[in-house]
Every structure is written in C-alpha cells, then in structure tokens.
C-alpha cells in the first residue's frame, strides 16, 4: 500500500469519505484538491498541513481569500492538479464529478500510479485513451465505483475465458416501479431521495434516470475487456450484493456487504491487502435480497447506454457530455425529467461520430457535445 494519496474532489462526498478513511489506515494526504476555493477547503486542508491544496476555479477575490487562509501550499488552475496527480510513488484517488476528472487520470497513470477511480466520466469519456495511458505508463486503476470494486474483486484469480457475464446490479432510485408517464413533472427534490445511498447531485440524478447504470455499464466494458452482450444490469433495490459474475462452469460469485462505499475506497487504497474497515457489520440473516429486471420502458437511459457503448469512438463520450448538460438544466427547473434522455439520444444523433485517438479528440467532442445539448435543452424547456 502506497504511504501517501492525493485526494482530488476532496470536498464532495467519495472525497469526504476517502478522508475518513486515509485517516483511519494512517496515511499521509500528498495533496488536497477541489474546484472551488472555499472556506470547506480551507478547514479541510488545516487538518493536513503538509498536502498541496489546490482549487481549479474561483474568482480571484475568492482565491486571494482562499490564498490568506491557507497560506503558500495553495495552489490554482488545472495545471497545478495534473501536477499534483503526476506525483510520483503515491495513490491518487479520482473523486472529481464529470469529464473534468479526466486529465487527471491521464495524468496519475502516465507517472505510473495506482489510480482509485470513482470518476466514472474518465473511462466513460475518454477510454482508448485511458487504457493507452494505463499502457504507456505502467500504472494501475482500482476501481472506486462499488459495482466495478465488486467486480474486480470477484475476478481476482480468474481467468478471462473463464467468464460467462458480469451482472451489474442497480438499486433502481426513487422512481423504481413508476411508469413512463408519471415520471412527467417529477422534481429535483423527488429525484434527489436516492433511497439506499447518499452521493453528490449529478450521480444521484442519474441513479434516478438510470443513466448511472448506463455509465456503469461502459466503464466495466473498458475495465474488464467484457463485451457489451455478456454485461447484464439486474434491479436490486437493497443495494447488499453490489454485483456478480457468472462463470462457464454455471458458478457464480457476487460481492456483498453494506451499501457504505467507505469499503470499495478502503479496497482500492489496500488491494490486493485487505485492512479492519470502518463499516458496521453485515448481517446476512434477516436481510431481504430481492432482484428484477430493469424497466427498460420507464428508464430508456439504460438502452441509450448500451447502444451508445457497442458504437463506441465518440458515443460515450457525447453521451456523457449531454447528461451533464441536462441533469445541470433539471436541476435548475430548466428540463423536465423525462426529457433528460431525449436530450441525450438527440444529441448522440446530431454530434459527427468519430474515433477517439488523444486527450484533445475527447475534450473537443465533449466540447461540441455540450454546446448541441444546450441548445436541444433551449428547445425542450418545459
Ligand atoms: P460530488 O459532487 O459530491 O463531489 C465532486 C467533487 O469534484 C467536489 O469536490 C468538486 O469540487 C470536485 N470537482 C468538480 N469539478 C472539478 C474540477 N474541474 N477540478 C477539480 N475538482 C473538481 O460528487 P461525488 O458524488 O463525490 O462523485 C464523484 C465521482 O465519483 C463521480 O464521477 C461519481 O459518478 C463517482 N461516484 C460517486 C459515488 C458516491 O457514492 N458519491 C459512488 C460511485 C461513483
Ligand atoms: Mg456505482
């Protein structure tokens, strides 16, 4: 296990959990970083007084303050993060919301780090280009998200042939059982419940739309060299077995545990190692699995998903780019729910499609897919 991590996206909540852990294995914070400059931040940052601090946005009133508070380990812009996750011989843990992360898990695998990625965005976005970074860096990624830490852990010893399907489970979010029409004219507020886990606003939307599991689905194809028709998603709402894979031989292995993702970060720091956690016991009497298939009427994201996945090149990464765009416009009363995924598949359909070769392909389709998304939100608003 690497002494020192570097915490990016230290102020949202796998950077809040993923401190509580550092803390509790006793490691050393390298650097600290966030997009905002605040005064949330800056409290962090006192309780680490060797880390680097870094902020990417704010105004410079907001970073002069910011700057007064921390004092001379404050550090702006992008280019001191990809610094900061070049640093060599540490664990860099991606905590970063949107394809904003995926500089940085570019940069911690070309300087040949163990990446613990939570920004699904990198893989979802950018992955040919990631996995060439893995390749050309000699770096790791442990996943974070904690269907792919199951995963990952369910395959450790096994061979890839071996492999029948990987089965991604879904907790449904809060409109599990909701038809497609009465989902017309639900609020942030009723997206916002998750009932199992408590993540930031762009996860916790799309764990209600489903996207979520769509990302997911193309993150375990770039993880896992799977291919898009031996990945399943199965509806489990207690979120207890966190996925499965089933093998040829008709055995299956899934993993379990709390719905606490302070367990898939704590894996990824230790992995292959296992150390005491901070979660509370598991109790499997007295817990009631359940599982069905998804609705694929009600949550048209899923299908979006997949089709965007198999075509590959660009599609994910527009894709990704367009439910950023529209989850931002629902939130701000902009974009009805059910109009999310119209926003998304119009936008697959009207961005060219093409190959994904370096860093710059990725952020230009992003670009572009953001500015046609905006303009299909002007024209949805409801
Ligand atoms: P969040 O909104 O709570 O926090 C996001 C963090 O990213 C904040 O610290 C923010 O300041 C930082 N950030 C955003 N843009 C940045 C930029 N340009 N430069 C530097 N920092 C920036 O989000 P979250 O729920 O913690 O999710 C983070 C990532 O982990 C997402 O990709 C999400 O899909 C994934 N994930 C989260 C969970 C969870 O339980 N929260 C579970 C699985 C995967
Ligand atoms: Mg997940």
Request: aromatic fraction near 6%.
């Amino acid at each position: 296990m690497n002494s020192s991590v570097v915490v990016l996206g230290a102020t949202g909540s796998i950077g809040t959990q993923t401190l509580e852990v550092v803390e509790h294995l006793g490691l050393r914070v390298a650097a600290l970083a966030a997009r905002e400059p605040t005064p949330r931040l800056a409290s962090i940052a006192e309780k680490y007084p060797d880390a680097v601090v870094i902020a990417t946005g704010g105004s410079s009133e907001e970073r002069e303050e910011f700057s007064r508070r921390v004092g001379a380990r404050a550090r702006f812009g992008s280019e001191a993060l990809l610094e900061a996750a070049s640093t060599p011989k540490v664990t860099i843990v991606n905590g970063i919301v949107g394809a904003a992360g995926l500089r940085s898990t570019i940069a911690g695998l070309e300087a040949g780090n163990r990446v613990a990625l939570a920004n699904k965005e990198s893989l979802v976005a950018g992955g040919p280009v990631v996995k060439a970074a893995l390749e050309r860096g000699g770096g790791e990624i442990i996943p974070v998200d904690s269907e792919h830490s199951a995963l990952y852990q369910c395959l450790l010893g096994e061979s890839p042939e071996s492999v029948s399907k990987l089965v991604l489970t879904a907790s449904g979010g809060p409109f599990r059982g909701r038809s497609k029409k009465s989902l017309v004219g639900v609020t942030p507020e009723e997206a916002l419940a998750h009932p199992t886990w408590d993540m930031g606003q762009r996860i916790t939307i799309d764990s209600a739309t489903l996207f979520n599991k769509g990302l997911e689905v193309i993150e375990a194809y770039y993880l896992f060299d799977i291919p898009y028709d031996r990945i399943d998603v199965v509806v489990h709402p207690q979120s207890i077995l966190h996925s499965a894979v089933e093998f040829a031989d008709g055995s299956w292995k899934a993993h379990l545990g709390h719905p606490d993702m302070r367990i898939p970060i704590q894996f990824a720091l230790t992995a292959p190692d296992r150390s005491p956690g901070l979660a509370k016991p598991f109790d499997l009497a007295g817990s009631d699995l359940t599982f069905e298939s998804p609705d694929r009427d009600a949550f048209p994201a899923l299908d979006i998903a997949f089709s965007a996945g198999r075509r590959g090149g660009s599609s994910p990464a527009v894709l990704n780019a367009a439910d950023e765009v529209a989850v931002e416009a629902f939130l701000q009363g902009r974009l009805g729910f059910t109009s999310i995924s119209e926003v998304v598949q119009k936008t697959i359909d009207t961005v060219v499609y093409r190959e994904l070769i370096s860093v710059d392909d990725v952020i230009e389709v992003d670009r572009e897919a953001r500015v046609a998304a905006a303009s299909l939100v002007e024209r949805h608003a409801d």
